[in-house]
């Protein structure tokens, strides 16, 4: 197991450094119809993040997007319940793009345009790009950018959840074009498979260079300020600070990347099952067996 995760690392490796740093100009317009991309993210569908995907990937494919009607930052991998209705808009835009407004979270964006919505499976889903980043596992549990990339992967397909630093437009401009370059590259390494899914966070400005990395387990510093509404009820406003240079060290981390001007990428999976603690925890089948027999 470990040598093919160390192979897989080599190939991402590979593959990445052969992607210009900056990635300013977006790659040959190598599209076609028959490829379909499904964007989203959890700002909202007339976010400037999206947006600036829809103006990079115009050329690439057929493009569709099925995203939040309302803002659903924070809303991680939360999805409609079977009690509550799911109202869609649909939008023409005068490219020719199909917008898909929904009352829903991200992840139910998602499946609800996989499984009703699209005249055919997407290729590929892009999620973002949001405005500030997620990095850490701290915030991928929490990031309804990535929740939704992630329900893309559950249904085996090709997924890349994409967030960025600041809110310039021509940041929004330079990360699209790099996620284009990134999905050409990856189209062309033919690593567009069932059960991948990345987590990209870039900086804002010039990139130094990407970098493939690991979630840091470090996170930003939350305080909750008690606070006294006019009708003097007591209510708790978070206080966020995110994670700075001094407070992380290891150099392959999410974070490390970010706060010095790289592009971090960071291979996902799905299984989260700790292999490593079935063998202290075989005792309780033991017992449960033993128990059963008395």
């Known amino acids: 197991m470990h040598t093919c995760k160390q192979k897989l690392a080599v190939v991402f490796l590979l593959l990445f450094l052969a992607i210009p740093a900056a990635a300013q100009q977006p790659a040959a317009q190598s599209g076609s119809s028959s ?3 499904l964007l989203t993210n959890d700002d909202g569908y007339d976010a400037p993040g999206l947006e600036a995907l829809i103006e990079a990937f115009q050329t690439a494919g057929e493009l569709y997007v099925s995203a939040p009607a ?5 809303k991680g991998h939360s999805i409609t319940t079977t009690r509550d209705p799911i109202f869609v808009s649909e939008r023409k835009q005068p490219s020719g793009v199909t917008w ?23 290729d590929i889903v892009i999620s973002g790009i949001n405005r500030g980043d997620n990095l850490g596992i701290a915030s991928v549990y929490l990031s309804g950018t990535v929740g939704a990339a992630q329900e893309a992967a559950m249904l085996g397909i090709p997924a890349i959840a994409v967030s960025m630093e600041g809110n310039k437009d021509e940041d929004y401009a330079r990360t699209a074009a790099y996620i284009r370059q990134l999905v050409e590259q990856l189209r062309e390494k033919k690593l ?30 939350e305080k909750f300020e008690r606070r006294e ?46 292999a490593k603690a079935f063998t202290g925890l075989r005792v309780l089948e033991k017992k449960a067996a033993a128990a059963a027999t008395k």
Not at 70 to 74: D, T, Y
Not at 241 to 256: A, F, H, L, N
Request: with cysteine; charged share 20%; aromatic share 12%.
């Open 35 to 37: 490829f379909t991309i």
């Open 70 to 74: 309302q803002n659903q930052s924070g």
């Open 100 to 122: 898909y407004a929904v009352e829903a979270p991200p992840a139910t964006c998602v499946r609800l345009a996989i499984e009703a919505l699209l005249p055919r499976r997407p």
């Open 192 to 221: 567009l498979k069932a059960g991948f899914f990345v987590n990209v966070n870039a900086p804002s400005g010039e990139f130094k260079g990407v970098m493939l990395t690991r979630l840091s387990s470090k996170a930003g510093k």
């Open 229 to 274: 509404s006019p009708g003097r009820r007591v209510y708790y406003w978070s206080a966020w600070r995110p994670p700075e240079k001094g407070d992380v060290d290891e150099v392959d981390t999410d974070i490390w990347a970010f706060l010095h001007g790289y592009v971090s990428v960071t291979p996902m999976i799905l299984d989260v099952t700790d």
